[in-house]
C-alpha cells in the first residue's frame, strides 16, 4: 500500500537555527513529489516538485532534497514568518492524478 | 500565476439547508479538479476527483448524493453539500492540477463550512 510518512510531528526552532524536516515515502513508482506549506486556515502553498533520486531545489531559505525513499526539507537560518504546518505528497506512478498526503509537520519558529 | 480562487472563504448554515462552493483557477486551464476535507490539526483527505464535462470520481466512504459535485467548465468546478448537518462542518479545500506546469496541483484558499 502507498504511504508517506512526515517526521518530526512538530518541531520547535530558535530563529536562526536550521533543521531538516522528513518524509519518507513507500510507493510502487514514484510519478513525482510535492512539498507544501500551509498556514491557519488557509490552503496549502506550492513550493517544490522532485521527481528524481539526487534532484534538488531551493528558494530562499528552503531547500528540497529527494532520494528513492525519502525527501527533506532543510530550513537554513529560519525566521518566525517560516513557522506554519509542511506538507509532503507523492503522485504514486498507478495513481491516475491522486496525491498521497502525510500528516505534515508543525514548525514554530521563536525569535 | 496558478491561482485558485474558492468562495465563499465563510458560511455559516442551518442544518437542512444545501450549501454551494466555488472553485476556480483563474489563469490557466484544468481539467481535472479535486476536492479535499481538513480536519483541525489532521492532513488533506480526498474527497472526490472532478474531470471538465464528465462525472467526479468520489472516494471511498464519499457519499455522491450528499456531495455533488460539477465541473461545468475549464476553469470552475462546484461542490454543493446537500442537507447539510452539524457533522459536515469543516474545512473544505479544493485543487487544481495545472499541465503545463508538470501536473503540479495547486490548491484554493479553502472554505469554512459550520452547519447549526
Known amino acids: 500500500e502507498d504511504q508517506v510518512t512526515q517526521s518530526p510531528e512538530a518541531l520547535r526552532l530558535q530563529e536562526g537555527e536550521s533543521s531538516s524536516l522528513n518524509c519518507s515515502y513507500t510507493v510502487s513508482g514514484l510519478r513525482g513529489l510535492f512539498w507544501y506549506r500551509q498556514d491557519p486556515g488557509k490552503g496549502p502553498e506550492f513550493l517544490f516538485t522532485?521527481?528524481?533520486a539526487g534532484e534538488e531545489k531551493e528558494k530562499e531559505r528552503l531547500k528540497a532534497t529527494l532520494t528513492k525513499k525519502e525527501s527533506f526539507l532543510h530550513i537554513t537560518a529560519p525566521k518566525p514568518e517560516d513557522s506554519a504546518t509542511y506538507l509532503c505528497?507523492?503522485?504514486?506512478?498507478?495513481?491516475?492524478?491522486?496525491?498521497?498526503f502525510g500528516s505534515g509537520t508543525r514548525l514554530l519558529v521563536r525569535p | 500565476g496558478a491561482v485558485v480562487s474558492q468562495h465563499p472563504s465563510r458560511v455559516i448554515c442551518k442544518s437542512g439547508t444545501s450549501v454551494k462552493i466555488e472553485c476556480r483557477s483563474l489563469?490557466?486551464?484544468?481539467?481535472?479538479m479535486f476536492w479535499y476535507r481538513q480536519f483541525p490539526k489532521q492532513s488533506l483527505m480526498l474527497m472526490a476527483t472532478?474531470?471538465?464535462?464528465?462525472?467526479?470520481?468520489?472516494e471511498q466512504g464519499v457519499e455522491k448524493d450528499k456531495f455533488l459535485i460539477n465541473h461545468a467548465s475549464l476553469t470552475l468546478s462546484t461542490l454543493t453539500v446537500t442537507s447539510a448537518h452539524p457533522e459536515d462542518s469543516s474545512f473544505y479545500i479544493c485543487?487544481?492540477?495545472?499541465?503545463?506546469?508538470?501536473?503540479?496541483?495547486?490548491f484554493g484558499p479553502g472554505t469554512r463550512l459550520l452547519v447549526l
Open positions: 485543487s487544481a492540477r495545472d499541465l503545463t506546469s508538470h501536473q503540479t496541483q495547486y
Open positions: 489563469d490557466f486551464q484544468a481539467t481535472t
Open positions: 472532478s474531470n471538465e464535462g464528465s462525472k467526479a470520481t468520489y
Open positions: 522532485l521527481y528524481s
Open positions: 505528497a507523492v503522485h504514486p506512478m498507478d495513481s491516475s492524478y491522486k496525491l498521497i
